[in-house]
């Protein structure tokens, strides 16, 4: 049985006027960090975390009301508990919950040991479930929420070389479409944000390689690896662009169920469409043969 940090009485709900509040994880850099800044302001509060406080501290020169910064590893249940508590403790309530933290791995799924694809799972998946079902039990007592599921390209089709973090990323889109499905009855949102390459540090500081290089698949994992390296600083996305994007769907009260930013996401997923609606119009007839007779 989970513990839950909501005390037994319930917050009034949040006016319109009142400022929104944002839980996001991963803010030490990119998406996360330009998050926290735009939904400042926005006028809204904020509680920034990270495996790292420290590199949290210079944004607490933005505000010094408005935001909180916390040590949140999503493996560690503890430290998402005190985040949670510390969020409601300060402001009675949680509006947005941005489940933004993650890191990539690069590698055939033969080239990565089994440590690698532990791990990496643990934080893409089972960090943003862990996330999700500590703050659940204020949401419900709200009766509102909105769940921000940042996702990646490689989650509309993979790419060689990204097979575990990929599968990360479908597992969380996956789990977002049930959740969805379970919380609307309560007034709880779910929005799946499907970034395409931005220009981050995600290449240089959150990508971890293979534990083993196989020369066998040089050609495919080995060249998108190549391709990554060469694309590191001259990605066509802008974090803070993305980051306005997302704050102002949330303030315009919208949540789709998902949401591509940049061109090259919203390519991928129309190129998808097509390709999967052909697929499907070439099988339909050995489909329709696996059924009963009518």
């Not at 590199?55 to 998402?80: F, H």
């Not at 083993?212 to 060469?230: D, K, M, N």
């Not at 591509?260 to 997923?269: M, N, P, Q, S, T």
């Amino acid at each position: 049985m989970s513990s839950s940090p909501v005390p037994a009485d319930t917050q009034p709900l949040r006016t319109p006027a009142e400022p929104r509040v944002w839980l996001i994880t991963g803010c030490s850099s990119g998406l996360g960090r330009s998050l926290v800044e735009r939904a400042l302001a926005a006028g809204d509060r904020v509680v920034a975390t990270a495996r790292l406080v420290e590199s949290l501290q210079p944004l607490l020169r933005l505000s010094a009301d408005s935001l909180i910064v916390s040590a949140l590893d999503v493996t560690k249940p503890d430290q998402i508990r005190a985040a949670v508590a510390e969020a409601y403790a300060a402001w009675g309530r949680i509006d947005v919950v941005v489940n933004n933290a993650g890191y990539g791995l690069i590698g055939a799924v033969e080239e990565c040991s089994d440590e690698q694809m532990a791990r990496n799972l643990d934080t893409n998946l089972m960090g943003p479930i862990r996330v999700i079902r500590a703050v659940l039990p204020i949401l419900r007592r709200q009766g509102s929420g909105h769940f921000i599921q940042i996702s990646a390209a490689a989650a509309i089709s993979n790419y060689a070389g990204f097979g575990i973090y990929g599968a990360s990323k479908c597992g969380l889109e996956g789990l977002s479409e049930a959740l969805r499905a379970e919380l609307a009855p309560l007034g709880i949102r779910v929005t799946i944000v499907q970034p395409g390459p931005f220009r981050t540090e995600f290449i240089s500081r959150s990508l971890e390689r293979a534990a083993t290089v196989i020369p066998e698949y040089a050609t495919t994992s080995g060249r998108f690896a190549q391709f990554l390296e060469r694309m590191s600083g001259r990605q066509p996305g802008d974090p803070d662009r993305a980051a306005a994007a997302i704050v102002d769907m949330v303030h315009q009260g919208k949540a789709p169920m998902r949401m591509a930013l940049g061109r090259y996401a919203v390519e991928k997923i129309r190129k998808w469409v097509q390709t999967r609606d052909a697929e499907a119009l070439e099988w339909s007839a050995t489909a329709a043969s696996a059924d009963f007779p009518p």
